[in-house]
């Protein structure tokens, strides 16, 4: 019954005539979880192994906490405000992510893997916007 009402719920906002369709989030977000497992996995590794530094890692687990919280925030709490903060939060840390990955030539392809997650998280921030502009 939640997840009825959720979807209801979601149906219901007012979006962009550019919005994609519902459907269309679940392939995309399954792809790119792939390449985030693949990247970030393999950082987490290096650090764990000694080969990179800890403070490493705080851009990453900064951006898994953000992507994870943008769904209850979104969909749980039904608040588009803190869903635009919380979408914002994980574009920064992601730009982030891949300016401390390029930065070491050994790292370079994680931060070529992240550029379809930064066209889909820049794409969704400006839906987010648009539809807390238009629903508020």
């Known amino acids: ?3 009825n ?3 209801n719920w979601y149906q219901q906002l007012i979006k962009p005539s550019w919005a994609p369709p519902s459907w269309l989030f679940g392939p995309v977000w399954t792809i790119l979880y792939i390449l985030i497992l693949f990247s970030f996995g393999s950082v987490f590794l290096k650090i764990l192994k000694g080969k990179l530094p800890k403070k490493m890692l705080t851009p ?4 898994i906490l953000f992507n994870i919280l943008f769904t209850p925030i979104q ?3 039904k608040n588009n405000i803190l869903a635009t903060i919380d979408i914002f939060l994980v574009l920064i840390t992601l730009v982030w992510i891949i ?3 390029y930065q070491l030539k050994k790292l370079r392809w994680v931060a070529y893997l992240q550029i379809p997650y930064l066209l889909w998280v820049s794409f969704a921030t400006i839906l987010q916007i648009t539809i807390t502009y238009l629903n508020y």
Not at 60 to 63: D, M, V
Request: proline share 0%.
């Open 1 to 3: 019954m939640e997840q």
């Open 5 to 7: 009402q959720t979807y």
């Open 60 to 63: 990453f687990i900064l951006n």
């Open 75 to 77: 969909f749980g709490l």
């Open 99 to 101: 300016l401390k990955t």
